[in-house]
């Protein structure tokens, strides 16, 4: 059963750090590209960042780059994504997806329409 399971979320104070978690089960995370998303209430699903299978190249979207980092531990079959330097605009739900087959070796994109498999999302709330 393929499933994808996001932890780590909370409240923190505007500046602070989070790392969210995105556990895989029925498949290999390594062998796929995958991206972390983001809604707040109201708003449209935001991409934020990829990582791509093998290689690993990675994207990030202009509102976290340079803060948010998406890494891959494939002995836990887990993906992360650490935040710094964290925003009240940075408020939403936090989703994880895998695109399944076909891929492209390397290549991601943080079109949500791409990706097949998503979690249940964790929130994160940036206030003071």
């Known amino acids: 059963q393929v499933q994808l399971v996001e932890s780590g979320g909370g409240l923190v104070q505007p500046g602070g750090s989070l790392r969210l978690s995105c556990a895989a089960s029925?498949?290999?995370?390594?062998?796929?590209?995958i991206a972390w998303f983001r809604q707040a209430p109201g708003k449209e699903r935001e991409g934020l960042a990829c990582?791509?299978?093998?290689?690993?190249?990675?994207y990030y979207s202009d509102s976290v780059q340079g803060r948010f980092t998406i890494s891959r531990d494939n002995a836990k079959n887990t993906v992360y994504l650490q935040m710094n330097s964290l925003k009240s605009e940075d408020t939403a739900a936090y989703y994880c997806?895998?695109?399944?087959?076909?891929?492209?070796?390397?290549?991601?994109?943080?079109?949500?329409?791409?990706?097949?498999?998503w979690g249940q999302g964790t929130q994160v709330t940036v206030s003071s």
């Open positions: 997806a895998l695109k399944g087959p076909p891929i492209r070796l390397g290549a991601c994109s943080v079109s949500a329409y791409e990706y097949d498999y």
């Open positions: 029925g498949f290999t995370l390594r062998n796929y590209p």
């Open positions: 990582v791509g299978s093998g290689a690993s190249n990675t």
